[in-house]
């Protein structure tokens, strides 16, 4: 069975910090990974995905992701945080056999200025 | 052009009435879904459609009734609606069954019940 944990519900960063939102997955086999994004009373918007090959993803918006299979996690990652990247973001694995598809709880982040 | 597009996006409503929600995709996918994301933000898938045909149906109770036409499009039906039933439902689609396809979301329909 495949599950995903992401740790903060919340998180606040200062405009120009770096982004960090963490997600662990659990999964017998190496799944598919994904990061969405939220903004305010919107549907959800595909930030990058890994499936195979390189581990380092890039993504859109400045956004990036390293999948480590020693920690089972896929962390999402930005040098510099944006007033625009205040949103809820979501992460969801997908397993290699069938179609299911688990979401995160979600991690809102916050841009001070 | 949307490639998700549902409607109506904002739609109130009361205890015991019937309503249903339309989605639509123009990407020529084969596979479309219906999600529920409650008021904590949890997302919970609810059906899924592969070539109009029923591939999941998580427990949700029997008043939600999905039906597919043809392949682009997934409309939801909900009979005497509850208080609970308040939510944002999410259509969605990805090219087939395949798991490493992405998922792409419509922009959500807000259903509050009174």
């Known amino acids: 069975a495949q599950s995903v944990t992401q740790l903060g519900s919340h998180v606040s960063v200062s405009e120009g910090a770096l982004v960090l939102l963490r997600c662990n997955y659990s999964s017998s086999v190496p799944p598919y990974l994904f990061w969405y994004v939220q903004y305010p009373n919107q549907g959800l918007q595909l930030l990058l995905k890994y499936t195979t090959g390189a581990t380092l993803v890039k993504g859109i918006n400045g956004f990036e992701a390293e999948f480590k299979k020693s920690e089972t996690s896929f962390h999402l990652t930005k040098p510099s945080a944006h007033m625009s990247d205040a949103a809820e973001y979501f992460c969801?694995?997908?397993?290699?056999?069938?179609?299911?598809?688990?979401f995160g709880t979600g991690t809102s982040l916050t841009v001070i200025p | 052009d949307t490639a998700v597009s549902q409607t109506p996006k904002y739609l109130v409503t009361q205890m015991g009435n019937d309503k249903s929600i339309k989605c639509e995709q123009n990407?020529?996918?084969?596979?479309m879904y219906w999600y529920k994301q409650d008021s904590k933000k949890f997302l919970k898938i609810m059906f899924s459609?592969?070539?109009?045909?029923l591939i999941i149906n998580e427990t949700v109770p029997n008043r939600f009734s999905p039906k597919s036409p043809d392949k682009a499009h997934l409309n939801l039906h909900i009979n005497s609606l509850e208080l609970g039933d308040s939510a944002v439902y999410f259509c969605a689609s990805s090219r087939d069954w395949g798991s490493g396809n992405t998922i792409y979301f419509g922009e959500g329909s807000w259903l509050t019940v009174v």
């Open positions: 969801a694995v997908r397993a290699n056999t069938g179609n299911q598809f688990y």
């Open positions: 459609y592969n070539n109009k045909e």
């Open positions: 990407l020529g996918h084969d596979t």
